[in-house]
């Protein structure tokens, strides 16, 4: 019997060659060519806060690898015979993108679908996906999230990622030391984190959309995410809740947007709609291009987003 694996290429130098050739093909100036430019801008104005990185790196080192082996003790982790399904895609996304392959755990939490990433310089990257995400989400669903979090890790949101998880977000709040750290943040810093992760959240939703080669399963999680589930198995309709955020759209009520780590669900759906249009989206699906279609620029696409995404500017969609 022929060994199945004979036709794969398993060696290590082809491996590298074709990692470097994508990275070369996708990175500008040191970041993934996709990267929402509010995202960089201001990353570079946190980076630039006095102490801010050192504070930071002493908060999530001190939680992270104890997260990390509570994890190991009580989640499930995803292998090649442990939810193989969820391991092939999450290999699909992290060869896409050009990264290493990261640990995914599927985590006992059936009351709030969520994914997160705890990934930096010092540390392996791990994915967490809570079980009720994993149960209420199509497979292609799945992949836009595991997609989005491989997302973090590409761009190198790192240690500013997992600080707004610890601290604000309160992913990892069952430790009551994150409350009394995140006391210690000026407001200020807070606004800036936020504010950052916002923008953060469109590049990696981009990431995702890459991932699937499409931003159908995208938009759904963001219709999922915003009523919970899909309650007795009916599909949402994303136009009447993009209508829905016209009813918000202009009040002092959005302004409570500006304490939250992510947009909210409208703002991201009409964030992916726009970058499907994109040149940058066609760069990584050139097989999908269309003879005569209108595309944006990155930086005209950047700017529609930014429009959508902004809690000031929130603009009208079109
Ligand atoms: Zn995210």
Redesign the pocket.
Known sequence: MENPTSTIDVSFLNYIKERSYKESLHIEGGIPDYAFATDYALRQKLKAIPGIYSFFKAVTSQIVPERKQKLNMNSLKVGPSQYPEIYDMTKDCARILGIGIPTVFIEHDLSVMN???LAWEDSEPVVILTSSLVERCTPMELKAIIG??C??IHNNHGIY?VASEILISNTLGRISFPQQVAMLLSSSITFALQAWSRA??VT?DRAGIICCGDSAPTIRVHGKLASGAMINGVSINIDELTNQYETFRNTPVRLMELYST?PVSVRRILAAKEFIHSEVYYDWHPEQKQPGQNLYSKQELDSRCDKFVSVLKSEKKD
């Open positions: 994914a997160y990433a989005h979090e997302g973090h990622n953060a959240e990696c992510h």
